[in-house]
């Protein structure tokens, strides 16, 4: 189950990422906001991380209109590591380095087909689970 959320800014992102979700069968909890009316990302930052800190939803992804802002609120909450990607390099990495649970995008800044690509391989890399990558991760939990 993927958790997803975003603000005004990341809407029409959101809604082309669940329409990908769909079409690969994978399953989906969408935590708003559900319209293009102005909002305030940390509100859906915090819904979209509870969950996936619960172990509700395994993965999360949050969109804003940079990305900046709701990546930086996700990882306010104990147990995330939220990746800003731009590109398909960044998201591998990120899975395969820092484990990352939750992946930002910004709706201003990436098209759509782009933004995809990411979102794929994003949830398609799995964690190395090399040592060294394990004990980096819990140094930024301690
Ligand atoms: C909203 O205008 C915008 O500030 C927000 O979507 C995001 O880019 C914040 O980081």
Redesign the pocket.
């Given at each position: 189950m993927i958790a997803l959320g975003c603000?005004?800014?990341?809407f029409e992102l959101k809604q082309e990422i669940i329409k990908h979700l769909e079409s690969r069968g994978i399953p989906y909890e969408d935590f708003g906001t559900y319209d293009n009316a102005?909002t305030d990302?940390p509100v859906y930052a915090r819904k979209v991380a509870a969950a996936v800190v619960d172990g509700k939803c395994e993965k999360g992804i949050l969109v804003?209109?940079?990305?900046?802002?709701?990546s930086i609120a996700a990882n306010k909450v104990k147990g995330i590591r939220c990746a800003l990607c731009t590109d398909c390099f960044m998201a591998e990495a990120t899975r395969l380095h820092n484990d990352a649970n939750v992946l930002a995008l910004?709706g201003?800044v990436v098209g759509v087909g782009l933004a995809l690509k990411i979102v794929d391989t994003f949830l398609d890399t799995p964690f190395s689970n090399d040592e060294r990558h394990i004990r980096r991760i819990k140094g930024i939990e301690d």
């Open positions: 603000d005004h800014g990341g102005s990302y804003c209109g940079t990305g900046i802002g709701i910004g201003r």
